[in-house]
């Protein structure tokens, strides 16, 4: 079997593609590396460094794919407004390249897209479900949007398609120096640090948090599964978390006493965000099985073997 996996040197893709490569998959990463990092790469022999939203991609489709994760893509609000363009190539136009390069060559491939809980915005009832209204606004949203729709329009008996509206992805390996993306890890880095925590936007905000090694779990039962084609689906915990929450938890766990600085919110942040499970453990059989206080710790230790702290 052969996977290809766009955005593989980066913090969910990096795992995503050192699991597949366990599992017995011939494995091809593409990645520019904008917010990736080569160290996750290792293993991987099949390596294309190229822009998945303005480079030529005959070379990565010489080949055919039993499945692609198409993971590259930037994941901040923030940027999705001071740089558009950038978003809208990186986010969208990357998924329509994509597409259209597996339907003309017309093979049998399950293409699984890192969508994301942004497209429910924040507001309405919650928890958001995968039949609630789509009413994301931010420029992120939008993309992740329009993608989940070129991908249910180029579906068809030979491409199959699923979105993971994923929700808070947290764990080991993800870039604690990226202070503008990942709300967790920004927390835990400035923690780290011995600085004030600055957050953007309310304490009351809250999250639904999952562990990279949970979602490594449920794309096992998410691959080449026939029930998730041509689908969208929640990968959430169901378990809503306020930002005070999150940062009492980092302070116990550190045991430091940690001073909180707020400002004021991004443009397009969301308030609230809660996932319902239901189709999600009814369609994989399974549930989540690490809780937030345990992953917080594993990612302390596996920074701690890193040598972070000193
Ligand atoms: N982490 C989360 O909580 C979360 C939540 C919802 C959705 N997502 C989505 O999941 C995907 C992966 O997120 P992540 O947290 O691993 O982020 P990440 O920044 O660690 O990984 C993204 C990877 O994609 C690469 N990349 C970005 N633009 C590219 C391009 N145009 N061409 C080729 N490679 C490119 C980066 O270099 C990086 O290696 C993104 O699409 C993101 O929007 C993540």
Known sequence: MRALVTGG????????????????????VV???????????????????????KDDLSQVFKNNYDVIYHFAGQSSVEISYSDPIYDLDTNTRSTLKILKHVSESNYKCHIIFASSMSVYGGDGSMPKNETSPLSGKNFYAIGKRAS???????????????????????????????????????????????KNIIVKGSLDRSRD??????????LKKIENNQKLFNKEINICSGKEVKVSEIIELISNLLNKKLII??????SGDIKRMLGCTKLLEELTGIKTEINLEEGIKSMIESLKNENYFS
Do not use: W
């Open 9 to 28: 040197a980066g913090f969910i893709g990096g795992h995503i593609a050192r699991d597949l490569l366990k599992r017995g998959y011939e494995v091809f």
């Open 148 to 194: 989940e729709a070129y991908l249910k329009s180029y579906s068809s008996s030979n491409l199959n398609v699923t979105s993971l509206r994923l929700f808070n992805i947290y764990g080991p390996g993800q870039n604690l120096k990226n202070l503008s993306q990942g709300m967790l890890s920004i927390y835990l880095a400035q923690a780290i640090e011995g």
């Open 261 to 266: 600085i707020e400002k004021e919110g991004t």
């Open 31 to 53: 990645d520019n590396l904008r917010t990736g990092d080569i160290r996750n790469l290792k293993g991987i022999k099949n390596f294309f460094n190229l822009d998945v939203g």
């Open 209 to 218: 948090f999952v562990h990279i090694f949970d979602v490594l779990r449920f």
